[in-house]
């Protein structure tokens, strides 16, 4: 083999793993951004549904506090109710689990959550926008998810 033949394929390896790094990079933190899965909705005593949600930040940086204005439908498709859900702090790259308890309503009679719009979104004691933007959702329920 030619030293320029070994110098191309030395190069066409090297830009294959560097390629190969960036992918798995992008893979693990998600490409950015807030995730919030439905992972389980639970009947309560007294008629109340918990929802519990697994929510992630793929931000480079520590989300401070995450609260969402959200919409809950009945199964007729109305407003059950117009709330906002706290996710608290959301450490980069690390899942969390969040619970709400919804009084009034059996997890039955729920059709759709509604992530209506980011509130509050703090990272590094600032308000950030990136949150709403590249909020994504998705559920493991009978109850669908909308953002």
């Given at each position: 083999m030619s030293q320029r033949s070994h110098s191309i394929l030395s190069t066409i390896a090297s830009a294959g793993l560097a390629?190969?790094?960036a992918t798995a990079g992008m893979a693990e933190s998600g490409g950015g951004g807030i995730s919030i899965e439905l992972n389980q909705t639970e009947e309560q005593?007294?008629?109340?549904?918990?929802?519990?949600?697994?929510?992630?930040s793929r931000l480079d940086a520590n989300v401070e506090?995450?609260?969402i204005e959200?919409?809950?439908?009945?199964?007729?498709?109305?407003v059950h109710a117009l709330t906002l859900f706290d996710?608290?702090?959301?450490?980069s790259g690390k899942p969390r689990v969040r619970q709400f308890d919804l009084s009034g309503l059996a997890c039955a009679d729920l059709q759709q959550v509604l992530f209506n719009g980011v509130e509050t979104c703090t990272v590094a004691g600032a308000t950030d926008q990136e949150c709403g933007?590249?909020?994504?959702?998705?559920?493991r329920t009978e109850v669908e998810v909308a953002g």
């Open positions: 390629l190969s790094t005593e007294g008629g109340m549904c918990r929802l519990t949600f697994l929510a992630q506090q995450l609260v959200t919409v809950l439908f009945n199964r007729d498709g109305q996710f608290e702090d959301l450490p933007v590249s909020l994504t959702v998705e559920t």
